[in-house]
């Protein structure tokens, strides 16, 4: 059973740092890749940041490039999310998401079950 | 930026009925479109990719279709569980990969 638990969530000052973690089980990690997709209170979802199968590569959405930093960790099956210069747009669940299809960017078919980032003073 | 148009925001639907949910690109995105569900609280599942192939588990209810720029879910005949928010998300183009604004369905 394919399951992402995401951890590392929680109040943070403006321009503080935080680092999400996500879990991943029940796949073959390493052939997959990964994405951060986060979903401020009340609103849509909002595709953040994706890193490849092998972590070489990275991808992030203009409203976070420069701030925010994907990575993994391939022998722990874990994807991680390092935030600095947080700023109160940043205020959202996180969610880690798996690809769907494989080493690609497509649909998103398992899902975590969140962490919330909130920043405030 | 691909951007995606959901319509109606809302849509309101007596149970037994058929709901039709419209999604539109700013530009062609071929076949590459996925719908979610998400209910309160939890995190959205995926229901559809490749515009129209039913991810594992989906209720054969739940139905897309469209090409390019224009795509529908309809969900054929809504159960009591189907009450949700529905997203569609783009993946010809990225990054960014982008979702919908949403169509929350509601029991009239």
């Known amino acids: 059973e394919v399951q992402l638990l995401e951890s590392g969530g929680g109040l943070v000052q403006p321009g503080g740092s935080l680092r999400l973690s996500c879990a991943a089980s029940?796949?073959?990690?390493?052939?997959?890749?990964m994405s951060w997709v986060r979903q401020a209170p009340g609103k849509g979802l909002e595709w953040v940041s994706g890193?490849?199968?092998?972590?070489?590569?990275?991808y992030y959405a203009d409203s976070v490039k420069g701030r925010l930093t994907i990575s993994r960790d391939n022998s722990k099956n874990t994807v991680y999310m390092q935030m600095n210069n947080l700023g109160a747009e940043d205020t959202a669940v996180y969610y880690c998401?798996?690809?769907?299809?494989?080493?690609?960017?497509?649909?998103?078919?398992?899902w975590g079950q969140g962490t919330l980032v909130t920043v405030s003073s | 930026e691909i951007v995606m148009t959901q319509s109606p925001v809302t849509l309101s639907v007596s149970p037994g009925e058929r709901a039709t949910l419209s999604c539109r690109a700013s530009?062609?995105?071929?076949?590459?479109l996925a719908w979610y569900q998400q209910k309160p609280g939890q995190a959205p599942r995926l229901l559809i990719y490749?515009?129209?192939t039913r991810a594992t588990g989906i209720p054969a209810r739940f139905s897309g279709s469209g090409s390019g720029t224009e795509f529908t879910l309809t969900i054929s005949s809504l159960q009591s569980e189907d009450f949700a928010v529905y997203y569609c998300?783009?993946?010809?183009?990225?990054?960014?990969?982008?979702f919908g604004g949403g169509t929350k369905v509601e029991i009239k």
């Open positions: 890193v490849s199968g092998s972590g070489a590569t990275t």
């Open positions: 530009q062609s995105v071929s076949s590459n």
């Open positions: 029940g796949f073959t990690f390493s052939s997959y890749a």
């Open positions: 490749g515009t129209s």
């Open positions: 998300q783009q993946y010809n183009n990225w990054p960014p990969l982008t």
């Open positions: 998401a798996k690809d769907n299809r494989g080493n690609y960017y497509t649909a998103f078919d398992y």
